[in-house]
């Protein structure tokens, strides 16, 4: 989540707040109150996610957004069962990778 806020605050500090709120679909005062690390709502996270992701060179995944969707895709589970899904989750794409005949990209090494 450090990740998802420093690229925020970022974009913040590129442009405005009520800028990047309107980019994300928050109100300043949400997109605010969740850059300075208060507890977000699980809509929230989704929605700095999918900015983060819509944000990113789609065509260079790095480690930083695949664990962004993929944390808003488990958000929803308790803490120890996120961590034995992430952990699941690259297993899983490590292995795809290496039955495909590729092998494991780094971002997928860094996800664990």
């Known amino acids: 989540m450090a990740e998802l806020?420093?690229?925020l605050s970022r974009a913040i500090a590129t442009t405005s707040l009520r800028a990047v709120a309107a980019e994300v679909?928050?109100?300043p005062s949400g997109l605010?109150?969740?850059v300075a690390r208060g507890h977000?709502?699980?809509r929230t996270v989704y929605?700095?996610?999918t900015w983060l992701?819509?944000?990113r060179n789609p065509g260079a995944t790095d480690a930083a957004t695949a664990k962004a969707g993929i944390?808003?895709?488990i958000d929803h589970l308790s803490e120890q069962a996120?961590?034995?899904t992430a952990s699941k989750i690259s297993e899983v794409l490590g292995e795809a990778s290496r039955r495909d005949g590729k092998s494991v990209p780094n971002w997928v090494r860094k996800l664990a």
């Open 5 to 7: 806020r420093d690229a």
């Open 25 to 27: 679909g928050l109100s």
């Open 32 to 34: 605010r109150t969740f």
């Open 40 to 42: 977000p709502h699980p």
């Open 47 to 49: 929605l700095a996610t």
């Open 53 to 55: 992701i819509r944000h």
């Open 71 to 73: 944390a808003a895709l």
């Open 82 to 84: 996120r961590k034995e």
